[in-house]
T-cell receptor, first 111, second 114 residues
């Protein structure tokens, strides 16, 4: 069974540019989550999809972040325009119940 | 909202010794406490979890204890091996949140030296 796949694994961009992260959840998992870990701190919840619907987006930092999950399959997280403080590791996770399966993350560096 | 504190931030142990990581939480409504292990280059992986109606759970060399009165929970690893070296995260979920909306601690870097 394929796990949660994230692309790209690393991204280096300049302040003001746009970056789009992609997550392919485990097939059949209705729940998809985005998390972020900044500079060795805690992993912070960003948002939760149930199929194609946003169930909870209370953790999204601001309106520069846009998440989509068209068709209820893969999801994208776009940051536009990127700021220095957006640097960190972005994790995607999927689940059918309480156990979350995480991807390897995207390391985003904004210079 | 929920706040989870995790200690220590780094832990170095000799192979064969035990390792203990402690977490405290603030929201008495929290009811689910998973522990994740993150190895280098990989995402966090669930290793054990406990619900608020249970005081202790064990799985081979790892165990988790929960003290609801004091609002803290701990991970115990016995007979540590080099492959136990990783970053460990505790987490908590409040009763009203979805299963996947977790509040994580800042992580503990565990190094097991042969």
């Amino acid at each position: 069974e394929a796990g949660v796949t994230q692309f790209p694994s690393h991204s280096v961009i300049e302040k003001g540019q746009t970056v789009t992260l992609r997550c392919d959840p485990i097939s059949g998992h209705d729940n998809l989550y985005w998390y972020r870990r900044v500079m060795g701190k805690e992993i912070k919840f960003l948002l939760h999809f149930v199929k194609e619907s946003k169930q909870d987006e209370s953790g999204m930092p601001n309106n520069r972040f846009l998440a989509e999950r068209t068709g209820g399959t893969y999801s994208t997280l776009k940051v536009q325009p990127a700021e220095l403080e957006d640097s960190g590791v972005y994790f995607c996770a999927s689940s059918q119940a309480e156990k979350l399966f995480f991807g390897s993350g995207t390391q985003l560096s904004v210079l | 909202g929920e706040n989870v504190e995790q200690h220590p931030s780094t832990l170095s142990v000799q192979e064969g010794d035990s390792a203990v990581i402690k977490c405290t939480y603030s929201d008495s409504a929290s009811n689910y406490f998973p522990w994740y292990k993150q190895e280098l280059g990989k995402g966090p992986q669930l290793i054990i979890d406990i619900r608020s109606n249970v005081g202790e759970k064990k799985d081979q060399r790892i165990a988790v204890t929960l003290n609801k009165t004091a609002k803290h929970f701990s991970l115990h690893i016995t007979e540590t091996q080099p492959e136990d070296s990783a970053v460990y995260f505790c987490a908590a979920k409040t009763g009203t949140d979805s299963w996947g909306k977790l509040q994580f601690g800042a992580g503990t870097q565990v190094v097991v030296t042969p």
